[in-house]
């Protein structure tokens, strides 16, 4: 158990770590020091041979996470400024170099960096409830969080383009539709399916499981002739963790 973040709620059970995003009176909208706080626990999961599964969640009952912090924002002297803050942590990067599976419960509200920060989690587990939105083009700016290479990976190019383009939000059925959840199910209990499945996870050899990981996630950005190399590697146990 660790704990002491300002933004978030760090928990840890039977080798499945909880991170909750834990500002609920902004809807958990994603602020400088909620980077931070991500960063902290993000590299401590990391480093943790205890931790087998992470779930990611959103505190209180309306949102996962609705989008970078505007206040604070839209606030700064300039976009660009805040945006060249908020990169002097590579969160993104470090989101999607766990070895350990990260498992998004999802709920209410998931826009701008909420829906970026879903896309960096390997599984997605929606409520009912869950509506999906990338509002960043209606407000002036793109996505900064992953989310234009992310999240076509998971929906493709043109929806991607739809929803960036035209700021649709989609409800939790289109976005189950679009493969952008992997299940949807009765509003409130995400965390709960989200645990059932981690405790599944966290029940199989943890070493195999990273393995599996690696082959799918960076395999994919290979062509095929590397990802079979990959493959042969991992299945003959060589890890290559990447640094960040
Ligand atoms: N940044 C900072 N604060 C936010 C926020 C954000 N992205 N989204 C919501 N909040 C705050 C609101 O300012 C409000 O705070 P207040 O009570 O101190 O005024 C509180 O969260 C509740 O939000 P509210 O707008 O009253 O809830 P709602 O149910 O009427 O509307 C939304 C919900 C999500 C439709 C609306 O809050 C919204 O459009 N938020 C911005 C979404 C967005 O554009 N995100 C940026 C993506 S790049």
């Not at 599976?101 to 409520?127: F, K, N, Q, T």
């Not at 990976?153 to 539709?177: C, F, H, K």
Request: aromatic share 6%.
């Amino acid at each position: 158990m660790a704990n002491g973040f300002e933004t978030i709620l760090y928990e840890k059970k039977e080798h499945v770590a909880c991170v909750t995003l834990n500002r609920p009176q902004a809807l958990n909208a994603y602020s400088v020091q909620m980077r931070d706080d991500l960063y902290e626990v993000l590299r401590a999961i990391k480093d943790d041979d205890e931790v087998r599964v992470a779930i990611v969640k959103g505190a209180g009952d309306k949102a996962f996470c609705a989008g970078a912090d505007l206040k604070e924002f839209l606030t700064a002297p300039s976009a660009i400024e805040a945006r060249q803050i908020r990169f002097r942590r590579d969160l993104w990067k470090l989101f999607l170099s766990v070895p350990q599976p990260l498992i998004a419960a999802i709920h209410g509200y998931v826009l701008g960096s909420g829906m970026e920060i879903a896309a960096c989690c390997d599984i997605r587990i929606a409520s009912e409830d869950a509506v999906f939105g990338l509002p960043e083009v209606g407000l002036g700016i793109i996505p900064g969080a992953g989310g234009t290479q992310t999240i076509p990976r998971l929906i493709g190019v043109s929806r991607s383009l739809e929803m960036l383009l035209t700021n649709r939000w989609i409800p939790a059925d289109e976005a189950y539709q679009f493969g952008l959840v992997n299940q949807v199910v009765s509003k409130g209990k995400h965390v709960k399916t989200a645990e059932e499945m981690a405790l599944k996870i966290a029940s199989f050899n943890p070493d195999a499981v990273k393995r599996a990981k690696e082959a799918i996630t960076r395999g994919i950005d290979m062509s095929l002739q590397d990802g079979l190399e990959l493959e042969k590697r991992l299945t003959l146990g060589r890890r290559q963790p990447r640094i960040v």
